[in-house]
């Protein structure tokens, strides 16, 4: 009853914002528009939004649709958000980097980061791309970021929610040890809930093996922003 009643109320929260589409970086001006974040507080609602609205939807979507602030202090966040997505952009040629509203979503694919089947330890191709992303994580300290790990459709759903958040929780690990704060890393499964693909071909299913990230501002990015730093 406590997972329905959250589950109302986030898509109260979240109906109006969802109708706002993503848009790559080349097309954004994020830094001349109304602005979303996801500060520490937001960071709970945007992981309310991932787990239930986002599944079936779009979890790392629903994760930057977290809080809401406007004015002059979301113009700086939304500045500060642009140089980071194209920094990530420039840094993991394949990754699928979209602005969204003040947040960026980033999607690794399987070839990109990946397991063993059947496993949740990461392959070395999968540490040296993770290397890349947690450079620009530390050099953007002001951010909270939503792990969300992805199954294809093989297997029951329970094992596939399991694995997921197994593999979640392992990248969030392999960052930690890389040197980014155990504290601004949230880590979700999502079982086979968010196919990007058929899953009736292995290529689909392929797609669908995959790791996201929404990158949100936390507290101190909003106070800066605030002050105009």
Known sequence: MKLKNTYIAASLFSSALLLTSCETVQNS???QRGTVVG???GAVIGGVLGNNVGKGG???????LGGIIGGVAGNV??????KQAKEIKQTLPGAEVERVNEGIKVTLPEKMVNFAFDSSDLTATSKENLDKLAQILINNPDTNINIYGHTDSKGTDEYNQKLSERRANSVKNYLISKGIASSRLFPMGMGEAEPKASNETEAGRAQNRRVEFAITANEEMIKDAQQGK
Not at 58 to 64: L, S, W
């Open 39 to 41: 500060a520490a507080a």
């Open 77 to 82: 966040i939304g500045n500060r958000m642009d």
């Open 58 to 64: 779009n979890a790392p979507a629903g994760a930057v």
């Open 29 to 31: 001006n994020h830094q």
